[in-house]
């Protein structure tokens, strides 16, 4: 962990923590160390119950489980959720395209801005 995210990590709940990382450039979710679970939305404790939670660098790797497109006069955007090769869901927004099938796959990276957010793009196949 670098300097500012240790601190961070020290008072912060784990939002902040996240939220510290992506600030940094960095896609992190958690995971147990005793029982291997990856963990996402940040959580004080897993599914499982487990409490020994580690912050680990996600592989940025996913599939489009469901996605839906909201039209405004503005434009339209999506909201998708996806399952990351690690397991845990989340929900995003896939850039560069309207709607995406089903089981397409997707690559995260950050989008820097005041709130930095993991955003997905479509794999080249």
């Not at 500012?4 to 939220?19: F, H, L, M, R, V």
Request: aromatic residues 8%; hydrophobic residues 40%.
């Amino acid at each position: 962990m670098m300097g500012d995210t240790a601190a961070a990590k020290a008072i912060a709940g784990p939002q902040a923590i996240y939220e510290a990382f992506l600030a940094e450039g960095r896609f992190m979710i958690q995971r147990s160390r005793e029982t291997g679970e990856y963990v996402f939305y940040p959580k004080v404790m897993a599914p499982s119950g487990a409490v020994d939670l580690d912050w680990v660098e996600a592989s940025g790797g996913g599939t489009v489980y469901a996605i839906t497109v909201n039209r405004k006069r503005e434009g339209s955007y999506n909201v998708a959720l996806i399952n990351l090769d690690e397991g845990p869901r989340m929900m995003a927004t896939v850039v560069g395209v309207e709607t995406l099938p089903i089981g397409a796959r997707v690559r995260a990276r950050i989008e820097a801005g005041e709130n930095p957010r993991v955003v997905f793009e479509p794999e080249e196949k």
